[in-house]
């Protein structure tokens, strides 16, 4: 049986381990290294999908834990679907809820089985396990699915994260039998083992075992330096197969992606550009800009003047410090668009600096411009 993703490879870049590939899924082929809008609740916050469409997004993220407990995954398999339910066409990636049930849901409580908790909504008693996560999924209908882990602190004791890691193992394990539909979806086994290499060696070697048709990597982004992430990244990724994808979870900032592709990553997500956006936070060519500070109370130039997106063409920093500061939604929504199209041009520009060998020079001139080599240099 054919599996229902695979990863082409086009180009590797000679000078790092960057890789321009090819993802191809049920709902179409696209291009990697890729950003992947988050879309928690069947939606990118404010965003239309065929603004989505417009400006370049392939693949877009819910959420499982969120969609089960609203509206429930019964009711969007009626719907035919999340691509349905929810009028996107091309790609869409479902994590599994475990992230959410052990950041969001109280009164945890781990066993072999799985996770009972309470809900963060209105605390009823719930409990999750590898077949129930992957039954969400097989019913929400995505092109991708994440297996059933947990992802434990980065900063946890060793003793913990090795039993956390062989639990996970064995939980991937139990949730690829429980898989009942993979000619159409793909699911995805997640190393985890916070900054410890001998428990990612590990757990990559347990799960490439499996033969998964993808792998992430979980549990980075999660307080750790940048550097620590890198370092993670550097030991991690080659343990994982060249004929498969590989998706770092929950990273968005340009530097990160920048050094995840550098490092061999495919595919990223990250609710970052959004929920900055709604406070009025923008990513632009030249760094981080706020636009609610009170300098930008006469500006009539462009959020960015380098960037063609609609917002950039159409307004001005102080009408979007006006929508932002009087609770606007449109302001949040003009600031979305601008963030989104902001990373998913910065990936098109990465694959461009592959396949033309140059991806180190365009990073030396990027950090360079976007203010990342300054002193103290504010990050997101």
């Not at 603004?51 to 997004?57: D, S």
């Not at 990724?237 to 992606?257: C, E, F, I, Q, W």
Request: charged content about 20%; some cysteine.
């Amino acid at each position: 049986m054919e599996p229902a993703i695979k990863y082409r490879l086009l180009h590797v870049d000679k000078h790092t381990g960057a890789r321009l590939g090819e993802l191809i899924t049920p709902h179409g082929t696209f291009p990697t290294p890729m950003f992947m809008p988050v879309g928690t609740q069947a939606t990118v916050k404010t965003i239309a999908p065929n603004e989505l469409e417009a400006m370049g997004a392939t693949i877009i993220l819910a959420n499982t834990y969120h969609l089960w407990l609203r509206p429930g995954e019964d009711l969007v398999q009626a719907a035919g679907g999340l691509h349905q339910f929810m009028n996107w066409h091309k790609g869409i990636l479902t994590d599994s809820g475990g992230f959410q049930v052990f950041s969001l849901a109280h009164m945890r409580n781990i066993t072999e089985e799985g996770v009972h908790f309470r809900n963060h909504l209105n605390g009823a008693k719930m409990f999750l396990s590898p077949e129930k996560a992957i039954g969400i999924e097989n019913a929400l209908g995505p092109d991708i699915m994440m297996s059933f882990d947990e992802c434990p602190p980065f900063f946890e004791s060793y003793e913990y994260v090795a039993k956390s890691v062989a639990r996970t193992s064995r939980w991937a394990e139990r949730g690829l039998k429980a898989h009942q539909n993979p000619a159409r979806q793909g699911l995805f086994g997640i190393v985890q083992g916070a900054g410890f290499r001998d428990l990612r060696e590990q757990s990559a070697r347990d799960l490439v075992s499996l033969d998964f048709p993808g792998y992430s990597i979980g549990g980075l982004s999660v307080g750790e330096s940048k550097e620590e992430m890198n370092h993670v990244l550097d030991f991690t990724v080659p343990l994982l197969p060249d004929t498969k994808p590989r998706y770092l979870m929950g990273v968005g900032s340009p530097d990160a992606l920048i050094d995840g592709v550098i490092r061999g990553i495919d595919m990223f997500d990250c609710v970052l550009p959004t929920r900055i956006a709604r406070k009025g936070t923008a990513m632009t060519s030249h760094g981080r800009l706020v636009v609610k500070n009170a300098q930008y109370a006469r500006d009539f130039t462009p959020l960015d003047p380098d960037c063609d997106c609609y917002t950039c063409k159409n307004f001005t920093r102080a009408y979007l410090r006006h929508l932002i500061k009087a609770d606007e939604a449109l302001g949040e929504r003009l600031m979305s668009y601008h963030n989104l199209y902001f990373l998913l041009h910065l990936m098109q520009q990465v694959r461009d600096a592959i396949a033309s060998d140059s991806l180190l020079d365009f990073r030396r001139d990027y950090f360079e411009q976007y203010g990342y080599n300054k002193p103290n240099a504010r990050n997101f």
